[in-house]
């Protein structure tokens, strides 16, 4: 196995920082800006604050420490969204979002925001073929980011009226970190935010309406008679990850446990929901792919090196959670031996049978560059790789150029040509990796008519775009099941 190295690089810390958040606006992930309504703006509304971000490929992680989030209003007064510090991480959320906070406030035209933030890190994985080595390097500016690095943009003053509605934090990546390579050098992280409003529809299909899709994390408690239940997300327990109050219905699909009545305390859960009237979360599905919660820990992020020979794979833990992280947090790459795990494909997507390839996944077609889900019931990750339990694939976004597009059954194809950094070709280049793609470069995505379209511009060859869904290995071919079409990121 080629050997992996982790590097950290870190600022002194140094107290928190208020940060003025600026005017001017972009959408993320489907915002718009809400006008004055005709009637007078009177009670209040349920405020549900979603981190997104808008990224190209070249980060694998970007953590940010928020303590506090308020929006001030035209006549001036200032209303708190998030008064308990949060640590959410935003490469995963590329193009999706995910709820931090739910909160009443009142019903008004606001148009400014402040923000308390703490500390941020970001981590960027490269190959140097000369040295044979993966390097997972760590940037890490601990509570010593200056308020004149911090800016928010908003398009035009955000009104917050009718009974529930979304409010997008939207971190604008490659404005937000600079640095020389993923192994040295100076570096920088001045966190750019667009904020827009989300308005909930009546049946939320995606996340510019409401639906969040793969929210994962650890099941807190459940309520009597299983209706309702919480969950701490997988931003981490020891990274203040958030907490959702969830409810399910008879429409609630189950997936890998029978039905509410299984769900208990500590099980990992996967799943779809949406917000409903009142701001609460509906789940549409639940998934478990680990019912044992003994010993319990879970890591997600993208596998960076693998060896079928011995069966070891290395990921590092952009999201973790559980037993090991109790009383610690693992910087840089992950070590798995995989020899007994179950492998499986996240059910997040349900048209599979339908693809006009076969859409596996498996130890003998993993490869670098897709993300997984692995848990592990290690009692300890001091000595050696942690023998892993099972390991889901699980959907990804990936930002590249449109070479060509066709059809193939029902679905229409993109040919999509990836930037030489990018996990897949970069990583193509170990050496037990290098025969495994026939070209690394390219991945073909295939979209249905399930495929939620929330690109604003037309899709053309040389388009850059951002496409969400699973990535799987088909005879040295990457090919993508799509779910999500965003507009892409300057590469």
């Known amino acids: 196995m080629s050997l992996s190295i982790s590097i950290i690089l870190r600022k002194l810390p140094s107290s928190f920082f208020l940060v003025a958040l600026a005017a001017g606006f972009v959408a993320g992930c489907g915002g718009s800006t809400l006008e004055s309504p005709g009637t007078p703006l009177t009670g209040n509304t349920q405020v549900v604050l979603l981190a997104t971000s808008t990224a190209n490929d070249r980060l694998s992680e970007f953590n940010i420490e928020l303590s506090s989030v308020t929006l001030t209003s035209q006549s001036g007064k200032t209303m708190t969204l998030l008064s308990s510090t949060l640590y959410p991480e935003f490469i995963h959320l590329n193009g999706t979002e995910e709820p931090l906070m739910t909160v009443s406030i009142p019903q008004d035209i606001y148009t ?7 500390g941020a890190q970001f981590v960027c994985v490269s190959y140097n073929s000369s040295q044979n080595k993966t390097a997972t390097a760590t940037f890490s500016d601990i509570g010593n980011i200056p ?3 911090v800016t928010v ?3 035009a003053p955000i009104t917050i ?3 529930a509605m979304g409010l997008s934090l939207d ?3 490659s404005q937000s970190a600079s640095w020389g390579t993923c192994n040295s050098g100076p570096f920088s992280i001045t966190p750019s935010f667009n904020v827009s409003p989300v308005v909930i529809a009546a049946q939320p299909t995606n996340c ?6 793969g929210l994962g994390g650890l099941i807190r408690s459940v309520d009597a008679g299983g209706a309702g239940f919480s969950v701490t997300g997988e931003d981490g327990s020891g990274l203040f990850g958030p907490i959702w109050q969830v409810s399910t219905s008879s429409s609630t699909v189950f997936q890998g446990i029978s039905g509410s009545s299984q769900l208990t305390a500590d099980m990992p859960v996967d799943m779809d929901t949406t917000i409903q009237p009142d701001g609460s979360l509906l789940a549409t599905r639940i998934a478990v792919e680990d019912t044992n919660t003994t010993s319990l820990s879970i890591f997600a992020g993208p596998v960076v090196s693998m060896y079928a020979p011995t069966q070891e794979l290395s990921v590092p833990g952009r999201e973790q959670q559980g037993y090991l992280n109790d009383t610690a947090y693992y910087d840089g790459a992950l070590e798995f031996n995989f020899g007994g795990a179950v492998f499986q494909t996240s059910s997040q997507l349900t048209n599979m049978q339908n693809l006009p390839f076969t859409a596996s996944f498996n130890a003998a077609n993993m490869v670098a560059g897709q993300e997984v889900y692995i848990t592990t019931h290690a009692p300890s990750a001091a000595s050696g790789y942690l023998p892993a339990t099972t390991i889901t694939l699980i959907p990804q976004t990936i930002n590249g150029t449109v070479s060509a597009m066709g059809s193939d059954g029902g679905f229409t194809t ?7 950094y990018d996990l897949f070709p970069n990583l193509a280049l170990q050496t037990y990796q290098s025969a495994v793609l026939t070209n690394p470069n390219t991945v073909v995505v295939y979209a249905d008519s399930n495929t939620q379209m929330l690109n604003t511009k037309p899709i ?4 850059v775009v951002r496409f969400y869904g699973l990535v799987f290995n088909d005879n040295g071919t990457l090919r993508m099941d799509c779910s999500q079409i965003n507009d892409g990121v300057a590469e």
């Open 161 to 163: 009226t009718g009974s």
């Open 208 to 213: 510019a309406n409401g639906k969040m899709t």
């Open 460 to 463: 053309t060859a040389g388009s």
């Open 414 to 420: 993109y040919t999509v040509t990836l930037a030489p």
């Open 171 to 173: 971190l604008q990546v």
């Open 147 to 149: 308020p004149a690095n």
């Open 112 to 118: 400014s925001a402040t923000a308390t933030l703490g």
């Open 153 to 155: 943009n908003l398009a």
